[in-house]
């Protein structure tokens, strides 16, 4: 008796690669908007130059050395480390927000998967031509114009990867300088380290997985059913209207008029899988709402072109609900938002984002802190003086070398003994512990239980902090 031995199957499926055809729309055009805006930012606020005293003329610089970051005028030290968690919090909430309300749509126009991916497919069609051309290249055997062509591809390719993790670095010093050293060899070895990962990571990611990436790499695309609600937009097909009773044909003879594919029970769709061609995730969207589904709306341009071509309605394809589409006659998509989840989400977002640009709007430009020195609590000195000793911690957290006076209100003259200079000056982002002495008379002590110390910047006098601490002596030292 034979026995069948089963083929073993592979652990993981073969990636065929999905060539995609160029569409003319209205989220296309919103989409080529959004990638020059999103590359005019990353690639040119490194070369942006913001007149800054003391510093590199830079607009956004990350200062790792001296630990402060320069975004313009504000400049974020260590102790902000509260306005990235906000900034986090509001990243999140907003792209749950924007999920719950028109599904993907991150994903399709701001992601920089999506961004990346779609300047590669641009040089990958002007070198190698449209979809057609492109997949006989692929077919065709190695020769001349195969080689030329694609080594000219991934070459535009390695190139703009390279840019790409060049001008992050670039953000981490003076770009004109940074730019200098690194091709003379005199960087810092990070700085080699960080390009060369990011080039290859880029160039992978955008241009050898491309919709890999979306559908195993990153997790969103998982979990975003878990946000969708029947009445979220998301990319959709029209089913009863595409196949009606007697599904999709081709506008053959009479086929052609509307009406009479209507009369006869066919759907508006002809079935020319433009739809499919243009998908950079490779799906047909006629099977329904897909994991793998960016919502970059393109598939909606290329049906609307054919529905034009034959003189059909448009909207075969749209943003829609489910809500909406299970219905007998679909009213107009429009936006659900008076949802418990959504808004809850916008009440979020709202109070955070405040919160942040509170904390913003309200920062000072040095911090302070003014402890007493507790052992021990107070000193009797040999004529009969008491003395308190202080410990203040100033920061600078301003662009720019600053210098404090450091002075008392509520003493007598000449109560105030400091060590140094009643002038401080602090380097900006630096910290510095100046020690401050009070000695009072016996006779005093009653007098002046509590006082202030008053710090002023010289430069702005009207930002000075006032601290109320209090003088510890015999009768109140308990």
Known sequence: MNVGIEEPRALYQKRIPIVTRSVKGRFRNFKWGVMVLAYAVFFGLPWLPWTRHGVASQAVMFDLAERRFFIFDLVMYPQNIIWLALLLFIAAVALFFATSLIGRAFCGYFCFQTLWTDIFIWIEKLIQGERPARIRLQRQPWNGEKILKLSATHGLWLLISFWTGMTFVLYY??????????FTGHAAYAAYVTVFSLTLTTYAAAGLMREQICAYVCPYGRFQSVMYDPETLAVAYDAKRGDGSMGRAAPRAELKIHEIRQQKGYGDCIDCGFCVQVCPAGIDIRDGLQYRCISCGLCI???NTIMD????PRG?????SEANLAQSVPAKPHIHW????????????????GALIYSIATRTNFEHDVQQIRQPLYVVLSNGDIRNRYQIHLTNKSGADMEYRISTRGLPPGALDMDESQTVKVRSGNSVLVQASIKLTPQQVGKYPRFDFVITPVSEPDDRVVEQVNFYSRTNGQ
């Open 338 to 353: 008076k949802r418990i989840k959504v808004v809850g989400y916008f009440v979020a977002l709202s109070v955070m984002t």
């Open 173 to 182: 010093g003076y770009a004109p300088d940074l730019l200098v050293r690194f």
């Open 316 to 320: 075969l394809i749209r943003y829609d």
């Open 309 to 312: 071509s034959v003189g059909y």
């Open 301 to 303: 341009d290329a049906c």
